[in-house]
């Protein structure tokens, strides 16, 4: 299949297929924890590949999320779990000269290669939809290293060591960006979570400037960003972050969508935003069904949305509960 973002866009909105942020929970089906999957790419491979058999009303094939990848990748300690997608650890950058010193990976030489190889694993072999590869977007990985908390304060009293360390990170990221690229992916997922916690001012000089030129090196119409942001402040931001002219713009639960809708031209694809833990996890099948129809009957009206999930799905989600969204979406579209 040759990608083309305006017919994978048109082909979306015609039949609702749905953009779910899923790929964890096949390590139930695989009978696999979370450690092997994010440090194994044929595992990984066949994770996507499994998805997609069992839910094949899915819009693309989407790589794992792991956000600890590229911080481990600049030198972060990284926890492992059987059950939950690895978190990283600690802090590298404490000072101006850190962030001076740091230095910029090599993709081929980190656990960022096992992910490359993911993808080109799954495009020698799937093509019958796109394929999205995942990364994290500057501004949140500038936080893992510097802390979440530090770089908002340093945002404020020492930009210069933010900014350092926006340069060095943003490489970065394009540079896995383009690995994902050559290794056949037909886009990539950027999270920028953090950039939901600040001003809007803030959003653009810290995260959209950043964003805006990785896109300019990355995205055409053969390749697409799809920009995702769950953060409560995200709204007041809506500008800045259409400023960075991704292909589309995922967000999570905790945003109101319809406000984002109503703020939004049609020509502007949205995704999103069933809570992944309460519907997906927690909740029954029926409270699924009841979700997904209020969904489309609040959102339906605005033909660039696509349902999806507020953000990544936990390894621990019940199938009977994806089956079910699946089911709700054909029942329940408009």
Known sequence: MSYSYKEWKKHCLETKESFLVLSFPAVQKLNVNVEMAVKNAEVQSRMIETIMEFCPKQAAYIGLMDLSVEAQAFGMEVQFSEREVPNAKGVIVKSLEDARALQIPDVSKNRTQVYVDTIKLVASRKKDKPIFAGTIGPFSLAGRLIDVSEIMIQAIMQPSLVHTVLE?????????????????????????????????????????????????????????????????????SLEEIYSIQAHGYHFGNAIDLEDVLSKTS???????????????????????????KELFEKLGKYPNWLISSGCDIPSHAKWENIEQYFKSIEKWRV
Request: with cysteine.
């Open 168 to 236: 060095k990170v943003s490489t970065f990221i394009e540079q896995y960006i383009l690995a994902f690229k050559e290794a056949g992916a037909d886009g990539v997922i950027i999270a920028e979570p953090l950039a939901g916690l600040m001003s809007k001012e803030m959003v653009q000089t810290f995260s959209s400037n950043y964003l805006k030129k990785i896109i300019d090196k990355v995205q055409d119409d053969h390749f697409s960003v799809i920009y995702h942001n769950c953060g409560p402040s995200t709204v007041s």
């Open 266 to 292: 049609e020509d502007i694809l949205v995704f999103g935003n069933v809570d992944p833990v309460k519907y997906f996890c927690d909740a029954s099948k029926e409270e699924m069904d009841v979700k997904v």
